[in-house]
Structures are given as structure tokens and as C-alpha cells.
């Protein structure tokens, strides 16, 4: 039976992202969300000037016939590192909205495993569930992730604890929950009961389960609009897609006719339309396509796209650009370009016979580019950049690529500063608060990041306190003890520490300090002098004035003068 290759609830949100295009028809999406209208109409007119990306994303794809999931770059359609192991057949994926984890139902061992996708190693031991776990989809919140067990009901877990709460929630006999999805206002789940032909609809408020809506044969998957209006299910034996209005639970219009044997529907962000991928009649030999809905007249629109052979999965990226389809006969996934209809670029290549494919919900930033882009992730506090063209600092609420050049203002937070190695690859990393600095990198052998402190030092002359009378004096006096006490003294200078492994080097106005992995700090003073201080680790301090190199030590510090 081919629904062994049935796999896959597709998590994505909105957010459009901008871009240009090659001239093979791929998308390149731009490094910056917020640019002004003139930076923006000389990037459309070069379409080359930044060559990375803020808008890709990272895919999680499910090999249903061995072990863990496959990770790539929707920048690069790369795979990125070795196979994440969950155990064994990984039957659907749901994405944390912060992007940070992946939960995954493994049939075979009746469990659900928990990935840190900033590490993609395993988060926690694998929760235990119940019978043969196929379908999750998590809360809008993210707090509750909704399992389909056994062949009659739905469990619950608690993403904070990564522990099941409540009691089952029972469904009909015989109904093998094969997917679920939850609304957007997180009111209500659907579930498709393979085994008797129905969706089931559980209100979540009261995880209570309402009447059963009659579908197609053998229904396999369902996916919700943006809008939260309609509910789309796919019947594998009927080869067509149900409509189900969520305002009256029950299914509006004639079933709609699409490919053969259709495993999967996912719609596009802005809930335009539904694509189908068809399974075909399961032969390796056999190429499959993809059918294409118009939800506003829920007709097929179009003739169908060309897929790879036995097309089990369809996941849309984010940003509504493209649709990433996993072929289970080819164990690689094709990229699809939405607006031509047509792939892009070769295939990739995963593992066997892969099935769910989930994206994170957040930006990935792309690898850093060297001399030219650098990856900033906020780590805490409060993280601003301010680049060309731009106007005003701008707040970094994930994690984004920007060209070297920009401003980045750390004095109220901390952030994650990643970049090249050099040209033969690689990636170093760094922490860096309490500064505002401008990040720059030139090309060479062994290249150095440099972030160089910005800002005024703060250090005028104070003006001279005016004589007032003593009675002036004293009617001011409990008002001013009151503003002193909540005004905080003025700082003056300006510094950056930092802490972490790589070629960076911080620079002063009197001095540098180049460091290879360490704790340190460097300040600019009011006295026309440069202060650094080391708490772990040895800095190198290069004396602008004395024209010498001198090493720091673990617990040392050195001035460099004017």
C-alpha cells in the first residue's frame, strides 16, 4: 500500500520577502527586509550587489525508509551536515513559530522526538505517545503539540515540559488518524480519518470531538487556509481534494478532481491557491505531477506541473516563492519556482524514500559571504544595524545576513556575530555587547572580522555651574535630590566586549586588540587613550601611537595612549 509514503503536515506562516530574479527563472531573495525606497530601486536595477540572503529558510525533510531527517538550505538547495537521527520512519514534522525546534512522530517506535534546530541534535529523549504516532501539528502558541496514535485517537504534549498532559482524546473506531491541522485562532484541530473515510473535529477549548464530516475515500491529508475559512482534504482513493467550510463544519462543494493517487495539499501564504501533489500509480518508473487549485472558485487552474516519481510530500517556503516536493522513488526533493511553474536548479538529494518536509517558520540568514556579508542573531537585550541607505537603526528580531560596512548597536543587548573563515569555508563565531560598532572584513589568507567602536565618546567640557541665591537654592532642593536619584550619571566613552573563537579584532581610536578565542574588552576614554582588559584567553594589542604589538594576558590589561 503506498500510504506508508503518506507523510506530512506543512507548519508555514506569511511574510513576503523581496527579491530579484536569475536567469534561470530562481528566485534571489534580498539580504535586508527594511530598506529605503532608494536603496531598493538600485538593488532592482543591479539585482548583484548583496548576493546573500535574510529571506531563505531551512527544510527538514522525513526519510521514511530509514533512519532521521535531512536538512538543507533553501538558499543553496545544499544539504547542510550529516542526517539528524530521530529513529526510525519519521512520519511528520512540525516546526516550533520561533523556528528553534522540530517535533517528529516516529511510527515504528511509538514516540516523538524533540530537534534543537540551531544545533539539529536531538533536544530531549524521545517521548513516548503511544501506538504507531503518524500525524502532529502544534498550537498556534506553540505550546501544544496535537499527535494522531494508534488507530483511534489523539494525544497531547506539552512543549515546555516535552511531556504528555490530559487524557487521550478518543476518536471512531478504526479511524487511523492521518494527519492533523489546527486553525489559525487556534479554536479548532481537523483530523482525517483514514480508516473510516471522515475528518474529525476537535474543539480545543474543551478537547472535546464533534460529529464526524464525511469526506472521500480514504482520506490522507488536510491543510487550512490562511484565513482559517476552509479545510482542504485529500481522498488517496477518490483522486480528489474535499472542501470543508470551517463555519458550518461541512463540505461546501463538489469534490474537486486532481492527479492520481494524491498524497498531500499545501496553499500558499497568501491562501490563493492549493497545490496537490499526485502520488501516480506507484511504480519507481512512474512521474508523477502537481495539481494546482484556485481556492476562489476551487477549480483546478492550469495544466498540471511536472514532478519527480512518486511525489509524497509538498511543503510551500514561507515566503510564497517557491514549493519543495519530496519524490519517494528518487530519494531527492525538487524546487519548484511558483510564479514559471518550472524547477529550479538540479534536485536534492536525501534520504530514502522521503516523505514530510517542514521549513522554519524564521529566516535562516545563509552561510556568511567573505568580505562582503556577515550572520547576526540576537542573543538578548535589545540588538539594532543601521546599513547604507538607511535612514534610522532598525531593531534585529532574528537571525539576518547584512553586508560588512554596517553599524550594529549592541549597548542594550547581545548579539551573535558570525562570519567567513576564509576561502577555503568555514565559520567563526563571536558574542559582542555593550558597544556600537561598525563590522568590516577584507579578503586574504587568513582574513580578520574587525569591529571597529562608532559613536561620540561623550567627553565635552561640563559647563559651569551658575551662583543662585540661597533661597533659590533651597526651594530646589527636594526636587533636584529627586531628579538626581533617577537620572543615571552620563557615561562617557564608549566600549565593546566580546567573548568567543575566530579571527576578530576590536578596534579603539589609539589601538586594536586580535584575538583567536577569548573574554575581553576594549574602551575608548575621555583622557585620549584606548583601554583594553582580557579576562580569559591572550589579546594581541597593536599600539597605534607606539607602533608595537604587545600580548595580553588572562587577568591583564593595557592603555594605549595617544
Known sequence: MRGQFKLGIHESTGGLGKGCREENGAALPMTRRHLSAGVVALLLATCFLWPASAGAYRAFVGNSGGY????????????????????????????????????????????????????????????????????VALTPDGKTLYVGVGDAEVRRIDTGSNALIGAPIPLAPSSYPYSIAITPDGTKAYVVNWGSSSVSVID???????????????????????????????????????????????????AIPVGQAPSEVAITPDGSKAYVANFGDGNPDNSSDLS?????????????????????????????????????????????????GARTGPDIPVGLNPGAIAFTTVPYAGPPVLAKMVNLEPVKGKVKTKCRGEKKFTALTWAEQ???????????????????????????????????????????????????LAGSLGCGKSKKKRKRSFATRAAASSESTTLISKKKK??????????????????????????????????????KSTFFKVKSGVVTVRDFGRKKNVKVKKGGHYVAKR
Open 68 to 135: 532521521g531527517l535531512t536538512v538543507f538550505d533553501t538558499a543553496t538547495n545544499k544539504v547542510s551536515g550529516p542526517d539528524i537521527g530521530t529513529d526510525i520512519y519519521p512520519s511528520d514534522i512540525a516546526i516550533s513559530p520561533d523556528g528553534t525546534r522540530a517535533f517528529v512522530s516516529n511510527s515504528f517506535v511509538d514516540s516523538v522526538s524533540v530537534v534543537d534546530t540551531a544545533t539539529n541534535t536531538l533536544a530531549t529523549p524521545n517521548v513516548v505517545v503511544g501506538t504507531s504516532p503518524r500525524s
Open 204 to 254: 480545543l477549548n474543551t478537547n472535546t470531538v464533534g460529529p464526524a464530516i464525511p469526506v472521500g475515500n480514504f482520506p490522507v491529508n488536510v491543510e487550512i487556509t490562511p484565513d482559517g475559512s476552509k479545510a482542504y482534504v485529500v481522498s488517496e482513493f477518490d483522486n480528489a481534494v474535499a472542501v470543508i467550510d470551517t463555519a458550518t463544519d461541512s463540505v461546501t462543494v463538489p
Open 292 to 340: 494546482v487549485i484556485d481556492t476562489a472558485t476551487d477549480t483546478v487552474a492550469g495544466a498540471p506541473i511536472p514532478a519527480g516519481s512518486g511525489p509524497s510530500a509538498i511543503g510551500i517556503t514561507p515566503n510564497g516563492k517557491r514549493a519543495y516536493v519530496t519524490n519517494s522513488w528518487d530519494d531527492d526533493v525538487s524546487s519548484i519556482s511558483l510564479a514559471t
Open 402 to 452: 547584512i553586508p560588512v560596512g554596517c553599524l550594529v548597536d549592541t549597548r542594550k543587548g547581545t548579539v551573535k556575530l558570525t562570519s567567513s573563515k576564509g576561502k577555503k569555508g568555514g565559520t567563526q563565531s563571536a558574542n559582542f555587547w555593550s558597544g556600537l560598532f561598525r563590522v568590516t572584513q577584507k579578503a586574504g589568507k587568513k582574513p580578520y572580522t574587525e569591529l571597529a
Open 490 to 527: 552620563r557615561k562617557r566613552g564608549r566600549k565593546l566586549w566580546g567573548k568567543g573563537k575566530g579571527r576578530f579584532k576590536t578596534k579603539g581610536k589609539y589601538g586594536s586588540a586580535s584575538v583567536r578565542g577569548t573574554n575581553w574588552l576594549v574602551e575608548d576614554r575621555c583622557n
